[in-house]
């Protein structure tokens, strides 16, 4: 099993709908969590990260982190056309080395 | 300006030369890292360095070299050992080891023809 993984997409969905995005970790990570944004042919920008279990807001992000399942999610409100873009999940592996591993992202297509 | 600067942006190359890509940073950051992103995959790390004049390989450190002889900066040599080179390749910084929030520069797309 891969150290965190990610559905590809896309995932589209219309204008000011909630997008729901999601990620699913290994056992050999550590418990924190980290989401970036990244637009076509750019470079990834952070937007949250997340250490706790429960729930963290900033703006129309909320992060997500269910321990028992071992998922992190991330969600956007009122969803607008300039949030497409490629969500990548980042973990921090359990083996000392420290960087963080990526996962291979979710495409967002949010229609007008 | 604080931040990071990769140079150049598009950068192309005959195969077979070794070339080497800039990653420089006035953010005061103590570590940094390289790396790699295929068209619709998510990125790969190349090698990393936690203090100036040490580094340790990522995933994929065959067929590329670094330095770090100052802290601002972590230049990458792709080599002619390395397979496949054509690739986004993105440097980032962190404020020190222990902070795992990563930022990262603009990339530099390299084409190996």
């Known amino acids: 099993q891969k150290e965190v993984e990610q559905n590809s997409g896309p995932l589209s969905v219309p204008e000011g709908a909630i997008a729901s995005l999601n990620c699913t970790y290994s056992d050999r990570v550590s418990q924190s969590f980290f989401w970036y944004r990244q637009y076509s042919g750019k470079s990834p920008e952070l937007i949250m990260s997340?250490?706790?279990?429960g729930d963290k807001e900033d703006g129309r992000f909320t992060a997500q982190l269910n321990k028992a399942s071992q998922y992190v999610s991330l969600l956007i409100r009122d969803s607008q056309p300039s949030d497409s873009a490629t969500y990548l999940c980042a973990v921090i592996p359990d083996t000392g080395r420290r960087a963080l591993t990526f996962g291979s992202g979710t495409r967002l297509q949010v229609q007008p | 300006d604080g931040g990071i600067t990769q140079s150049p942006k598009y950068l192309f190359r005959k195969e077979g030369q070794n070339v080497t890509l800039s990653c420089e940073q006035n953010l005061n950051h103590d570590a940094m890292y390289w790396y790699r992103q295929d068209p619709g995959q998510g990125l790969r790390l190349i090698y990393y360095s936690q203090i100036v004049n040490d580094f340790q390989k990522g995933d994929i450190a065959e067929g590329y070299s670094v330095s770090r002889e100052k802290k601002e900066s972590f230049p990458l040599t792709v080599t002619s050992a390395q397979k496949n080179p054509t690739a986004f390749y993105l440097c980032?910084?962190?404020?020190?080891?222990?902070?795992?929030?990563?930022?990262f520069g603009p990339g530099t797309r390299l084409t190996v023809t």
């Open positions: 980032a910084s962190s404020v020190d080891p222990s902070s795992y929030e990563q930022y």
């Open positions: 997340i250490y706790s279990n």
